[in-house]
T-cell receptor
């Protein structure tokens, strides 16, 4: 079974401070990990995925298979980063193919 | 803003009534998904369909039904058997294998269902 855990329901930081949203997963195979973001009054959208190894809007996330983690990081938070963030896992094949398992979500608030 | 559309945006239902939520996509995606979003619980998969005329139960399928008669449409019916139907429902679609982003899902704007 695949599972995703985001331990923080709420996270508050001040503008300019570093931010880290935690994500841990459980999956027996080789997973594909994603971060999705939902801004106020907007639809859920992909922020980044581990296979791309890219930085989007200043955010990065590294897959750590030893710690089964995929934490999302940004060195200097901005007010426009305030949103709901979901970590998600997709199995690479078999019956898990294409299915996304989401974490509970973390609401990030960046204060001015 | 095309891509994936869901209607209606808000839906009110009396207890004991069935109601159908619409999801349409013009992205030519093979797979489509229905999720339920509740505060503190993230998104949970209700049903999904990899191809036309085929669909599978997700993690919380009880009290729901779907059909996939056309590639672009994946309606969800919330039946009276669903004990706690008040929630925000999200539809998503995904390209088929062989594309660069084949595991990325694209989401609709959602439908908020309230049972009175």
């Amino acid at each position: 079974a695949q599972r995703v855990t985001q331990p923080e329901k709420l996270l508050s930081v001040f503008k300019g401070a570093p931010v880290e949203l935690k994500c841990n997963y459980s999956y027996s195979g080789s997973p594909e990990l994603f971060w999705y973001v939902q801004y106020s009054r907007q639809r859920l959208q992909l922020l980044l995925r581990h296979i791309s190894r890219e930085s989007i809007k200043g955010f990065t996330a590294d897959l750590n298979k030893g710690e089964t983690s995929f934490h999302l990081k940004k060195p200097f938070a901005q007010e426009e980063d305030s949103a709901m963030y979901y970590c998600a896992l997709s199995g690479a094949g078999g019956t898990s193919y294409g299915k996304l398992t989401f974490g509970q979500g973390t609401i990030l608030t960046v204060h001015p | 803003d095309g891509g994936i559309t869901q209607s209606p945006k808000y839906l009110f239902r009396k207890e004991g009534q069935n109601v159908t939520l619409s999801c349409e996509q013009n992205l030519n995606h093979d797979a489509m998904y229905w999720y339920r979003q509740d505060p503190g619980q993230g998104l949970r998969l209700i049903y999904y369909s990899q191809i036309v005329n085929d669909f599978q139960k997700g993690d919380i399928a009880e009290g729901y039904s779907v059909s996939r008669e056309k590639k672009e449409s994946f309606p969800l019916t919330v039946t009276s058997a669903q004990k706690n139907p008040t929630a925000f429902y999200l539809c998503a679609s995904k390209p088929g294998r062989g594309t660069g982003s084949y595991n990325e899902q694209f989401f609709g704007p959602g439908t908020r269902l309230t049972v009175l």
